[in-house]
């Protein structure tokens, strides 16, 4: 099991809760736009959640006529909330690490997972484990911390003595493995895999790439303050795969 879950500490929820895409849903999260691009009709589908936090993506698929909607996360905090601000009768909640998922096969016709699984060592095993409970046909897609963003690991810009940014780090792309990044002033445990082993995980275990995605910020937020920064380097990918054979 999976005990990678910085979300219960006090302290890390707490600054986690005043970040935009807690306070304001999906319109706080900068890759919604392009995210949602990728997502299918999702009328009278059966909809798995992997890591779905305060459940915006559970509330976007109950709105958009989903007929159930399973939402797991491995904090009981996010769970809470989840239940408070996003409960319709076809969601459920349920707290369960990604890496035990283990559904019959047919059981959901789509998958989406935001911003989970690079705490997750392995990418391969989670297609897997996707691939056996998604009806033939049905789609994954997910939004991971890009390569870019996680290869060095300390996820910070590089500045000068007075604190001008002067580029983003990038080293030991190759070596896939544990980080230990600062994230909201935490230490925070997290996984680096290169983009061909995203596409890899997909295409080893059955599933055709239907979309592989860059998302630059939403233009409407590119008043941001540092938001024009995010224009020097990917920060997420996102990924669709439709599942072609088990």
């Known amino acids: 099991m999976c005990k990678n879950n910085p979300y219960d500490d006090p302290q890390f929820f707490e600054a986690y809760s005043q970040m935009g895409r807690s306070t304001q849903g999906l319109a706080g999260a900068g890759e919604w736009y392009a995210l949602r691009e990728l997502l299918p009709d999702l009328a009278g589908k059966r909809v798995l959640d992997l890591g779905c936090g305060y459940g915006w993506h559970c509330q976007y698929a109950a709105q958009g006529g ?49 911003l989970a699984l690079h705490y997750l060592p392995d990418f391969q095993d989670i297609c897997r484990r996707v691939a056996g409970c998604l009806t033939v046909g049905g789609q994954f897609i997910l939004s991971v911390e890009h390569p870019v963003f996680t290869a060095y690991g300390s996820q ?59 998302p630059r910020p939403d233009p409407s937020m590119m008043d941001l303050p540092g938001m024009q920064d995010e224009l020097r380097r990917p920060m997420m990918l996102l990924l669709a795969g439709r599942l072609d054979r088990r």
């Open 66 to 114: 989903a007929s159930y909607v399973l939402g797991l996360d491995i904090s009981e905090k996010m769970l809470q909330v989840a239940r408070e601000k996003n409960r319709f009768d076809q969601v459920e909640y349920r707290c369960q690490s990604i890496d035990e998922i283990d559904f019959a096969a047919d059981s959901f016709d789509v998958v989406l997972s935001s």
């Open 156 to 214: 910070d810009w590089y500045r000068d003595e007075q604190g001008k940014i002067l580029h983003w780090p990038v080293d030991g792309y190759y070596i896939e493995g544990e980080r230990q990044a600062i994230f909201l002033g935490h230490p925070v445990q997290k996984y680096h895999h290169t983009a061909t082993s995203f596409v890899q995980g997909l295409l080893q275990n059955g599933f055709v790439l239907t979309d592989f995605v860059e």
